[in-house]
């Protein structure tokens, strides 16, 4: 395990540290590393693949999709994406959905849609994200702008500006920020709910 280890170190930039463990391949909810000790998955992927590993009917589907097409961009319409939109939308009576390659995109995606909306509304560009300290929603420089951990946002400044950071657990602290110009999710969603409701 040390040498592959080792190799990584010097093939990888060193962007974030890794624990000293090898991921060989995974059964139900375990992981096992190229020695064979056994680990509980309770990242599953850093909350992306909580499907487990090595499902049968999973690993059939895959290998069926993959003889078929693995991927073709947004510029053209597929089978899988429209029935997993219609399967997303029914179960969260949403109307639309927008698919994204990654956490990164969801937060970039998000950042763009509460700017757009503050300027349709306001028309000007002074709308306000409330975003947490401590937190971390990824490495691109929207997410990065608010992730509320100065250390990792120091390097990369200026960042986008208009963020404010809350302190987790305590609504208060969200209250006492917001003004005229914060946007909302909770507003977002109330909008959603009513154009549902009618």
Same mark, same amino acid.
């Given at each position: 395990?040390?040498?592959?280890?080792?190799?990584?170190?010097?093939?990888?930039?060193?962007?974030?540290?890794?624990?000293?463990?090898?991921?060989?391949?995974?059964?139900?909810?375990?992981?096992?590393?190229?020695?064979?000790?056994?680990?509980?998955?309770?990242?599953?992927?850093?909350?992306?693949?909580?499907?487990?590993?090595?499902?049968?009917?999973?690993?059939?589907?895959?290998?069926?999709?993959?003889?078929?097409?693995?991927?073709?961009?947004?510029?053209?319409?597929?089978?899988?994406?429209?029935?997993?939109?219609?399967?997303?939308?029914?179960?969260?009576?949403? @109307?639309?959905?927008?698919?994204? $390659? /990654?956490?990164?995109?969801?937060?970039? &995606? *998000?950042?763009? %849609?509460?700017? =757009?909306?503050?300027?349709?509304?306001?028309?000007?560009?002074?709308? @306000?994200?409330?975003?947490?300290? $401590? /937190?971390?929603?990824?490495?691109?420089? &929207? *997410?990065?702008? %608010?992730?509320? =951990?100065?250390?990792?946002?120091?390097?990369?400044?200026?960042?986008?500006?208009?963020?404010?950071?809350?302190?987790?657990?305590?609504?208060?602290?969200?209250?006492?920020?917001?003004?005229?110009?914060?946007?909302?999710?909770?507003?977002?969603?109330?909008?959603?709910?009513?154009?549902?409701?009618?």
């Amino acid at each position: 395990m040390n040498s592959y280890i080792q190799e990584a170190n010097q093939q990888f930039v060193s962007v974030y540290n890794r624990y000293p463990i090898i991921l060989d391949h995974g059964e139900g909810m375990y992981l096992f590393d190229v020695d064979g000790k056994r680990y509980l998955d309770f990242g599953s992927g850093i909350g992306v693949c909580g499907l487990g590993y090595h499902d049968p009917n999973y690993t059939h589907m895959l290998q069926a999709q993959i003889e078929k097409l693995v991927h073709t961009s947004n510029l053209f319409y597929n089978v899988p994406a429209v029935e997993a939109a219609k399967r997303f939308n029914q179960a969260s009576r949403m @109307e639309q959905v927008f698919f994204t $390659n /990654s956490g990164t995109e969801a937060i970039e &995606g *998000a950042i763009k %849609i509460a700017k =757009k909306y503050h300027f349709l509304k306001h028309k000007n560009h002074n709308g @306000e994200i409330i975003a947490m300290k $401590n /937190s971390f929603h990824g490495r691109s420089m &929207g *997410a990065l702008s %608010i992730t509320g =951990k100065e250390a990792y946002q120091r390097p990369f400044e200026p960042l986008l500006s208009h963020i404010k950071f809350a302190e987790f657990n305590n609504l208060e602290s969200v209250k006492q920020l917001i003004t005229d110009n914060t946007y909302s999710l909770y507003t977002f969603f109330t909008i959603r709910r009513l154009k549902m409701d009618r």
